[in-house]
């Protein structure tokens, strides 16, 4: 089997080491590039108390392990992006091989391998390794499958710390203890080793006190997620503003459905899945009751596997348990879809190509099957390098975005933004219009037309965005940025200093935003 990891581990790297001359990428910049948290390990350490995002953002989340790793990368490297994206790569290639040792229990090496290699190439996952910010993701499954392995060979302490690994890295961390039962309650192969010697099953014990622990380590980080991490102002996508349950999930299934859709046919990729590369639908809908299938379906087909196939069983329940937190079908979550947020789901594919090769060279012979699994992973490996320069810098992710997907709203406020700020106020103008045409709907978009509008002396057309966002108090700091300029301009500087007062009371950081005008 060492053959076997040594390939998927280079196979995994190899692919992702161009990315070792990219820079910060959008997001990249608030949490590494400006944050100093995560540019000193000390800094790192004291900002355990710290939410994820820096908190004048008033984003906030919870990943204390993640920030850990960037001060530590930080340190060795002075703060050199290409280190960062090569250790990426390298968290990637330990999450790849510990998934072939876990599928191991179930396939043969040629199963275990195939399904490795697909891990390793799938499109989806150039947006969890190429970015930086995608590191929490790494970590989560390296953090959830070593659990797994650990408590499989009775390591208890190992067990639970790769649980809070992945708990305190990202919150779907949470269900490494249930990926634990699932992997108990799973039978496994025939020929396993196991205490009782090869040929017999692995009946060990998982202790109390293992468990005890487990559930210390999850209430602890629940504990920690709700009392620094929560996130009251920017804590669901615009798409969600003023919905209720129904308006919540007409948008949520078809999302599910384009996701499996993502994992199976990866043709098109995007960074964006707000409005409209996913329509802003309204009711029942085709893709609803689809979306509806698969959230049933993928579950249901770890129940009828689990004797069948277990190896089948295991990937479709973690794919299910890995994408539920974001999955918006209980509450809303800051995100559509995100193809970083498939990094575990991925699993499902990779397995059902492993156990397709297995039952290929079963009844074919051995070179069919590894003919069918190198078309396969060699197709996903010329796909996600076609897709890495998009990660390159802004420049290319912004130009990618808008030649994909121009129907992204967020793609055209993106492109307004730059235009502003190099001067092209007519450009930025038709660039925010188109966005507003697309999807009216995103308060702060609003707030930063208006904004702009206001420094072009167009103040009328201010006017109509800043009463359209304080319709809601979604995005209310960009809307109370914006009448505090427009009070400025119209020369009524009291009441611009009650707005800047109450908008630094109420929102973190924003005194330094309102202390440049005074």
């Keep these: 089997m060492r053959r076997e990891l040594l390939l998927v581990f280079v196979a995994a790297v190899a692919l992702y080491l161009p990315t070792g001359r990219y820079g910060f990428v959008q ?3 608030a949490i590494i590039a400006s944050n100093p948290a995560a540019q000193s390990i000390g800094a790192a350490l004291r900002a355990f108390d710290d939410p994820y995002w820096p908190r004048e953002t008033g984003a906030g989340l919870y990943r204390p392990m993640t920030i850990l790793s960037y001060a530590i990368d930080w340190t060795v490297s002075g703060g050199r992006p290409g280190w960062m994206h090569v250790m990426n790569a390298l968290w990637h290639g330990l999450a790849t091989v510990l998934l072939v040792i876990v599928l191991a229990r179930w396939l043969p090496a040629l199963g275990a391998a195939a399904a490795g290699l697909v891990f390793a190439w799938h499109p989806v996952h150039v947006e969890a390794v190429a970015s930086l910010v995608g590191r929490a993701e790494l970590l989560a499954a390296v953090g959830i499958l070593g659990a797994v392995l650990a408590a499989r060979r009775g390591r208890w302490a190992v067990a639970v710390f790769c649980a809070a690994l992945a708990m305190f890295s990202k919150e779907h961390g949470v269900i490494a203890g249930v990926a ?12 396993t080793p196991s205490p009782l010697g090869r040929g017999g099953t692995d009946d060990r014990r998982y202790p109390p006190g293992f468990w005890i622990a487990l559930a210390i380590v999850t209430i602890g980080f629940l504990t920690a997620w ?11 996508a615009a798409v969600f ?20 859709l993502l994992l199976v ?3 098109s990729l995007s960074v964006d899945y707000n409005p409209q590369v996913l329509p802003a639908r309204v009711g029942v809908s085709i893709p609803a009751l689809l979306g509806l299938l698969v959230i049933a379906g993928i579950p249901a087909l770890a129940v009828w596997c689990h004797r069948r196939a277990p190896a089948i069983a295991f990937a479709a329940g973690l794919a299910t348990l890995s994408y539920l937190p974001t999955a918006n079908l209980f509450f809303s979550s800051g995100v559509i879809l995100a193809e970083r947020n498939l990094y575990l789901a991925v699993i499902l594919t990779a397995v059902l190509v492993g156990w397709a090769a297995t039952w290929l060279a079963a009844r074919r012979g051995l070179r069919p099957a590894a003919a069918a699994v190198a078309i396969v992973a060699i197709a996903s490996g010329w796909r996600s390098s076609a897709r890495l320069p998009a990660w390159r810098d802004n420049r290319s992710q912004l130009l990618t975005l808008l030649a994909d997907h121009p129907e992204s709203y967020r793609a055209h406020g993106s492109a307004a933004a730059v ?11 038709r660039e925010y219009q188109k966005a507003d045409s697309l999807f009216p709907g995103d308060r702060y978009l609003n707030g930063a037309n208006a904004i702009f509008l206001i420094g072009i002396g167009d103040t009328a057309a201010a006017v109509q965005l ?14 109370l940025r914006a009448e505090f300029l427009l009070e400025l301009a119209r020369g009524h500087r009291t009441k611009a200093t009650v707005l800047a007062d109450s908008a630094s009371k109420r929102f973190a950081g924003e005194q330094k935003w309102y202390r440049q005008f005074r």
């Design 27 to 29: 997001d990249d910049r």
């Design 180 to 191: 634990i039962l699932l992997d108990k309650w799973l039978r496994p192969h025939p020929l």
């Design 226 to 236: 709700f009392a620094i991490g929560w996130a009251g102002e920017n804590d669901e």
């Design 241 to 260: 503003y003023g919905s209720g349950t129904g308006g919540r999930l007409a948008i949520a299934l078809p999302a599910a459905l384009r996701a499996a």
């Design 265 to 267: 046919w990866p043709a």
């Design 419 to 429: 235009l502003a700020g190099t001067g092209d106020t007519a450009g930025a103008r």
């Design 466 to 479: 800043i009463t359209r966002g304080g319709r809601s108090s979604a995005g209310e700091r960009m809307t």
